[in-house]
């Protein structure tokens, strides 16, 4: 049996651009405090993206991540888990949904030169 590597095709995926850039757009643009801009960003975007679609490993695995910080009380909804998180967790997040995109823009401009 050879040992020939076969890598996964990439194809771009403007759903997924779109969403990441959205949910970026949100906690930038979006009025009101840090909370109702991730619960916001969350809910209307990153929701909708299924870590599968992510091209590489490691993106699946902060997207992943950020989804279950986001989600990790489950008997509440996104919102009242929210609004009980400290300050701290909720800029964290965000900069990890902000790194998620720069990784995935990234990952696009080298894929396509």
Known sequence: M?????????RYNPKLSWELWSSVSS???????IKIRLS??????????????MPTDELKKKLINT???????????????????????CRS??????????GYSRFEWNQNP
């Open 40 to 53: 916001d960003a969350y809910e209307f975007h990153l929701s909708y993206i299924d870590p599968d679609d």
């Open 27 to 33: 906690l930038a643009e979006g009025s009101g405090h």
């Open 67 to 89: 989804q279950s910080k986001l989600t990790k009380k489950h008997t509440l909804s996104t919102n009242e888990a929210l609004k009980r998180m400290r300050l701290k967790t």
């Open 93 to 102: 997040i965000a900069e990890s949904i902000c790194g998620l995109y720069y």
């Open 2 to 10: 050879s040992k020939i590597k076969t890598n996964k095709t990439i």
